[in-house]
């Protein structure tokens, strides 16, 4: 089913039709964590958005290679291994590790590559001398080389900024020794305070690379010059995706991304207000923290209800709702198996492709999802709950039974276990048989404070789920 997909372009800020390059190669490629601390919901919106585009390409049709980075060397990371007393490799490696394990509780398929830019350093010093040699690139009197923005006329057509818009100790660092302050570093030189695994040896003297031409050079190394999808989130539109497109057309002369797609921000309610989450702030939460209380597909869900260019609202009551939605579609999903291949013709199908063909309008999918669990609550229909099934799996939802979602004990959460339930729903039993209603409902009142909701069934079997 290649069918036609519309994504919105940030760079020519509207809808288009989306045409690979390759149909048979769709290259696409996102910035992924600076890893010093672990994951916040933030970051798992970029990992579920794009995991979700990926996904849809290849439900209709297209084979996608997928690269997300992995940024390993920085300011933040040297500063956290030295307040540590730890090498970087081992700081990087003990939060990689937890991003993998955040990213596959949250059903997030891994990338095709996961560049680490400490590999790609070679790569990196090769742009930056190209960029040098074409006069698009300096090294100033601190040894750092910057790249000079006003000489590359094209800079701020991502963003919408002109030069003269653009003000020094706004959004760019300012340094002293460079030429203009809107210049940005492609090479940061060494300081003697600085650890000897954060310094690589170059013809611009011993230094590190800087954050933006680490994007640059990987993609160029992985994906070729010119490639189909670049995503991010929203606040890396500028000025981080604005200095890869400078960087890269800079030194290739070639396209670089033809679609650039940002997901929208994070935002906390807390006393009725909306703000931006933000470490700054103080006021973000790190998926270990939301998945200690909510279920990851709850989580998984909770995020692809918002369309992904929309703000995306954190609270307790979002997630409570979330939580209530996701398992109405599970009690109609029952215990069905998914087909083994979608019909899109059919007409629940077809609408749910038409909402995902524009731009990945998920509220619109999901709604559709909630048509065919009413029509199942109706109908019993189990070819349809088959069906509904197997577009879940498509945003990578309704993976289990209704029955194995029900009972998952989320996170770090305390509560009963499956053998006090099954032993409390025994004694509801015999208190009924005995004809001691009183009993029998004081035990479900019990196991409903519990968070344990019981299901009397025909025949006389009780199933049960968690709340």
Known sequence: MKSSLQLYNSILRKKQAFSPINPENVRMYVCGMTVYDYCHLGHARVMVVFDLLKRWLRASGFPVTYVRNITDIDDKIIR??????????????????????????????????????????????????????????????????????????????????SLDELRAG??????????????FVLWKSAKPE?????????PFGEGRPGWHIECSAMSCELLGNTFDIHGGGADLQFPHHENEIAQSVGATGEGFAQVWMHNGFVRVETNGQSEKMSKSLNN???????????????????????????????????????KAALGRLYNAVGEAVAVDAINWELDYES????????????????????????????????????????????????????????????????????????????????AKADRDFAKADAIRKQLLEQGVVLEDKRGGATEWRRA
């Open 194 to 202: 600085e650890p000897a695994d954060a310094k690589w040896a170059s």
């Open 80 to 161: 956290r291994a030295l307040e540590n007393g730890e090498s970087i490799r081992s700081l990087t490696d003990r939060f990689i590790a937890a991003m993998h394990e955040d990213a596959d509780a949250l059903g997030i398929e891994r990338p095709d590559h996961e560049p680490r830019a400490t590999e790609y350093v070679a790569q990196m010093q090769g742009m930056i001398q190209t960029l040098m040699d074409k006069r698009l690139a300096y090294r100033d009197e601190s040894g750092d080389v910057n790249f000079s923005v006003r000489a590359f006329p094209e800079y701020g057509r991502l963003s919408g900024k």
């Open 284 to 322: 973000f939460f790190t998926i270990r923290d939301i998945l200690a209380a909510y279920d990851a597909e709850v989580v998984r869900f909770f995020i692809l209800r918002a369309q992904y260019r929309s703000p995306l609202t954190y609270s307790e009551a979002h997630l409570q709702d979330a």
């Open 170 to 183: 706004e959004r760019v660092g300012v340094s002293g020794s460079k030429q203009d302050p809107l210049d």
């Open 351 to 430: 609408r749910f492709a038409q909402a995902m063909n524009d731009d990945m309008n998920t509220p619109v999918a999901v709604a559709v999802l909630f048509e065919m669990a009413n029509e199942i609550n109706r109908s019993q229909d189990a070819k349809l709950a088959a069906r509904l099934k197997a577009l879940g799996g498509v945003l990578g939802l309704l993976g289990r039974s209704a029955s194995v979602f029900g009972k998952a004990t989320v996170g770090q959460q305390e509560g009963l276990s499956e053998a006090d339930i099954e032993t409390m729903i025994a004694a509801r039993a015999q």
